[in-house]
């Protein structure tokens, strides 16, 4: 009676939890669903979102093609390839934005729309030290298809996390369409074929391949916020900012060309190592390590003071830069977003240094950017300031 009773009530103490467990998961069963049903009228929201924006912008983006003579191994020439990017409709005059990489030197180029409707192309004006190209159809567009420019949004205003779509012809598949986020803002590339950079680059996890270069990069409200430039491996691409094609693509329109700021030398973002090179330099400072400076450049005649080799081959740091018109500097691309932003050939920059741990302050005026690479004897071991 005893053992019975026992086990009688080991039993219940082993079946109270299991049914308080199923009652449990009967209460919940209720909230989980309500959760997946959640969950799916998000994803389905996005997925409409994202079908509305493409079916409002894939007749505004176009692909770009070029003739290109191709070679062999031995560089005899093989006959005409094809060279492709993408682009869209800038206004209802018939520009097109794309890249300057996209367009190669050619003077004129073919637009094709994704309807299969294919038109010729003048190069208006290209700048490849942001790598941005506008071109005008020439040819007369017929009624029924009234081109449609695409909305430039506000670039300043992305933030990391934010969504964006990127559209364009990867690989020739004309049409593709591919999404992600900003994964960072303020990224500083070089221009390709230049050996100058590019500031403000726009970083996103969405999709960048060959053929997409010149595309729109798109924000949720089916803005353009960048042209999509570059693609590296591991999903991680880059884009021009819109603010630095409204700055330029009117000129562009206007000129033919951009003229871009100047100081004349090469820099770093001061790094620890750096920083043991400079002598005298304060603790914990943060700035602009200098490296080489273009001889009667703007830095050179405003006294700006670069690195140098003793006899023993041993570098010694020259001056840091902390601050230009007294803003703060603590990153290469801080001083190089400033310069070409705010400031324009002829006009002034103070440049607040340490030197010998002492501050001081330098005045540069601005020329204008000389055009080819940047004229330095040797190879600067960091990338030039545009």
Excluded: C, W
Excluded at 162 to 188: E, H, K, Y
Excluded at 217 to 222: D, K, P, R, T
Excluded at 235 to 253: C, D, H, K, Q, W
């Amino acid at each position: 009676m005893v053992i019975l009773s026992a086990v009688a009530l080991s039993f219940t103490a082993i079946q109270q939890p299991i049914k308080a467990q199923q009652q449990l998961q009967q209460n919940e069963q209720p909230q989980v669903q309500q959760i997946q049903n959640d969950s799916t009228a998000i994803l389905r929201s996005e997925s409409h979102a994202l079908n509305t924006i493409f079916k409002q912008v894939e007749n505004s983006v176009i692909q770009v093609t070029r003739t290109v003579p191709g070679t062999n191994v031995t560089g005899l020439p093989t006959g005409n390839l094809t060279a492709l990017g993408s682009g869209f409709v800038y206004d209802k005059l018939g520009h097109v934005i794309t890249n300057n990489h996209v367009v190669g030197g050619a003077k004129v180029v073919d637009v094709t729309f994704i309807d299969g409707n294919r038109y010729t192309a003048n190069v208006t004006g290209a700048d490849p030290y942001s790598d941005i190209a506008v071109l005008r159809i020439i040819e007369k567009i017929p009624s029924k298809q009234a081109l449609n420019p695409l909305v430039l949004g506000n670039s300043s205003k992305l933030v990391v996390g934010d969504q964006v779509i990127a559209i364009g012809n990867p690989f020739g598949l004309d049409g593709t369409m591919t999404a992600g986020i900003v994964s960072q803002t303020g990224r500083l590339l070089p221009a390709p074929n230049v050996g100058y950079s590019i500031p403000d680059l726009i970083q996103t996890d969405a999709a960048i391949n060959p053929g997409n270069s010149g595309g729109p990069l798109l924000n949720i409200q089916g803005e353009v916020v960048g042209i999509n430039f570059a693609g590296l491996q591991g999903g991680v691409g880059f884009a021009v900012p819109s603010n630095t094609v409204m700055r330029i693509a009117p000129v562009l329109i206007e000129k033919g060309n951009y003229t871009h700021p100047s100081l004349g030398f090469a820099g770093a973002t001061l790094t620890s190592d750096l920083a043991k090179s400079v002598q005298g330099l304060p603790a914990n400072i943060k700035g602009i390590f200098v490296s080489t400076i273009l001889k009667g450049g703007p830095a050179d005649r405003a006294g700006l003071h670069g690195t140098t080799i003793d006899q023993f081959t041993q570098r010694h740091g020259g001056d840091v830069i902390i601050a230009a018109d007294g803003r703060n500097v603590t990153r290469f691309e801080d001083l190089v977003s400033y310069i070409e932003e705010k400031k324009a050939p002829g006009e002034a920059v103070v440049l607040t240094v340490i030197r010998d741990g002492h501050s001081l302050d330098l005045k540069a005026i601005l020329q204008a950017r000389p055009s080819g690479p940047p004229p330095y004897l040797k190879q600067p071991p960091v990338p030039p300031i545009p």
